[in-house]
T-cell receptor, first 114, second 111 residues
Framework: AQTVTQSQPEMSVQEAETVTLSCTYD???????LFWYKQPPSRQMILVIR??????QNATENRFSVNFQKAAKSFSLKISDSQLGDAAMYFC???????????FGAGTRLTVKP | DAGITQSPRHKVTETGTPVTLRCHQT?????MYWYRQDPGHGLRLIHY???????DKGEVSDGYSVSRSKTEDFLLTLESATSSQTSVYFC??????????FGNGTRLTVT
């Protein structure tokens, strides 16, 4: 079964600085999808960014970008110009192309210091 | 919230009682999911459905059953609740291979 590992239970960043959250995964599939979700204190799960494994170009959404290293099975999230509203739990997730369940990492709690 | 409603939002129940959580969608998506969220574990898949009356087990399915008699409704049942099932439960929906969209969660406490 596919596993997703987030090795940083907690991270902190100064407002306006850049932070990178790590994620690794284990799979034997060649085609799959990766996601980062944000969960603020409201408990709502919000999609931040997605990456298709067949695409070599790293996905970017405004201040959020990923570093996708397929051979290393690594999928890190970079947040630039951090804002107080970025404080949340961040979950990395994997979804294979041959099945339709999505597996999540344990999460990283991000604190943003003013 | 992509047209997903979970009910109830909060529930407290006693050990040994049956509990049913409901997920209702208005998006007509094929896939529906139940996850539980616990500190240190992230979200773990309980069961999912890929169509009416078509369901499959996830990684933590023991003690849970599901039913989907209509496209829009996916029910999660705890046949006999235990304290280890105290958790926050999320329903999610998706079309094929698209990101999951989540409901607002149900906080269940088993005393």
């Amino acid at each position: 079964a596919q596993t997703v590992t987030q090795s940083q239970p907690e991270m902190s960043v100064q407002e306006a600085e850049t932070v990178t959250l790590s994620c690794t995964y284990d799979t034997s599939e060649s085609d799959y999808y990766l996601f980062w979700y944000k969960q603020p204190p409201s408990r709502q799960m919000i999609l931040v960014i997605r990456q298709e494994a067949y695409k070599q170009q790293n996905a970017t959404e405004n201040r959020f970008s990923v570093n996708f290293q397929k051979a290393a099975k690594s999928f890190s999230l970079k947040i630039s110009d951090s804002q107080l509203g970025d404080a949340a739990m961040y979950f990395c997730a994997y979804r294979g192309s041959n099945n339709n369940d999505m597996r999540f990492g344990a999460g990283t709690r991000l604190t943003v210091k003013p | 919230d992509a047209g997903i409603t979970q009910s109830p939002r909060h529930k407290v129940t006693e050990t040994g009682t049956p509990v049913t959580l409901r997920c209702h969608q208005t998006e007509n998506h094929r896939y529906m999911y139940w996850y539980r969220q616990d500190p240190g574990h992230g979200l773990r898949l309980i069961h999912y459905s890929y169509g009416v009356k078509d369901t499959d087990k996830g990684e933590v399915s023991d003690g849970y059953s599901v039913s989907r008699s209509k496209t829009e409704d996916f029910l999660l049942t705890l046949e006999s609740a235990t304290s280890s099932q105290t958790s926050v439960y999320f329903c999610a929906i998706s079309a094929s291979l698209t990101p999951l969209h989540f409901g607002n969660g149900t906080r269940l406490t088993v005393t």
